[in-house]
Antibody, heavy 117, light 111 residues
Framework: QVQLVESGGGVVQPGRSLRLSCAAS????????MYWVRQAPGKGLEWVAVMSYDGSNKNYADSVKGRFTISRDNSKNTLYLQMNSLRAEDTAVYYC??????????WGQGTLVTVSS | QSVLTQPPSVSGAPGQRVTISCTGS?????????VHWYQQLPGIAPKLLIYGNSYRPSGVPDRFSGSKSGTSASLAITGLQAEDEADYYCQSYDSSLSGSVFGGGTKLTVL
C-alpha cells in the first residue's frame, strides 16, 4: 500500500533553516509528481511546492518562493523540502502528497514545523 | 483570502442532505480546470473525496457527490452521518498563479 512518511519537523528560530523529508513506499516513486502542502494551526490548506516525476519541473507558492526549495532523489524514493529564512508565519504542519492528474491522491501524516524564538 | 471561496460552516441533521459550494473565477474553475474535494477529520491528514469534479475514489460512499458549473463547484452529502463531521476543502489549478489553489475550507457539523 502507498505510504508517505514525513520527518524533519521541529522547533526552529526565525531566520534559521530546516530540511523536511518524505519517504515514499508502496508505489513507483519515480512515476509521480509530488507536492508539499502546509496547514497553519487552526487554518486551511495551503499549497507550498510541487515537483514533476523526474524533477525537471517545479513550482512554488509566492509565499515561499526564493526561500524554499523542493527536490527529490528517485533512487532513495524520497522527497525533500529545504526551508531557509524561516518566519513565524511558516509555522504549520507540512504534508507531502502524491499527485495524479492534478489531484492529491495520497497524503502523509504530516510533520510539525514551529518557528519561534 | 483564499482564491477559491467556500462557506466557513454548514450543518445538518442525521439523514439530511447538505451541499458545500466552491466559487472560483475565470482563471481557475471557469477556465475549465478540474475541481477536487478533500475530507479532513479532526487531527488527521486530508483524504481525497472527489476528483475530476465528480469521480469518487474506491472506498468513498456514494453518499458523496460532486458537480461543477461555470466558475463554481459543489459537494453534496446525502444521508448525513455523525462520522461525516469534518472539514472539507476544494482544490483546483489557477493559471494566473501557475499553481494549485485550495478553498478556505468548510466545517460540517452534524446536529
Amino acid at each position: 500500500q502507498v505510504q508517505l512518511v514525513e520527518s524533519g519537523g521541529g522547533v526552529v528560530q526565525p531566520g534559521r533553516s530546516l530540511r523536511l523529508s518524505c519517504a515514499a513506499s508502496g508505489f513507483t516513486f519515480s512515476s509521480y509528481g509530488m507536492y508539499w502542502v502546509r496547514q497553519a494551526p487552526g487554518k486551511g490548506l495551503e499549497w507550498v511546492a510541487v515537483m514533476s516525476y523526474d524533477g525537471s519541473n517545479k513550482n512554488y507558492a509566492d509565499s515561499v518562493k526564493g526561500r524554499f526549495t523542493i527536490s527529490r532523489d528517485n533512487s532513495k524514493n524520497t522527497l525533500y523540502l529545504q526551508m531557509n529564512s524561516l518566519r513565524a508565519e511558516d509555522t504549520a504542519v507540512y504534508y507531502c502528497a502524491r499527485e495524479h492528474f492534478g489531484y492529491l491522491q495520497h497524503w502523509g501524516q504530516g510533520t510539525l514545523v514551529t518557528v519561534s524564538s | 483570502q483564499s482564491v477559491l471561496t467556500q462557506p466557513p460552516s454548514v450543518s445538518g441533521a442525521p439523514g439530511q442532505r447538505v451541499t458545500i459550494s466552491c466559487t472560483g473565477s475565470s482563471s481557475n474553475i471557469g477556465a475549465g480546470y478540474d475541481v477536487h474535494w478533500y475530507q479532513q477529520l479532526p487531527g488527521i491528514a486530508p483524504k481525497l473525496l472527489i476528483y475530476g469534479n465528480s469521480y469518487r475514489p474506491s472506498g468513498v460512499p456514494d453518499r458523496f457527490s460532486g458537480s461543477k458549473s461555470g466558475t463554481s463547484a459543489s459537494l453534496a452529502i446525502t444521508g448525513l452521518q455523525a462520522e461525516d463531521e469534518a472539514d472539507y476543502y476544494c482544490q483546483s489549478y489557477d493559471s494566473s498563479l501557475s499553481g494549485s489553489v485550495f478553498g478556505g475550507g468548510t466545517k460540517l457539523t452534524v446536529l
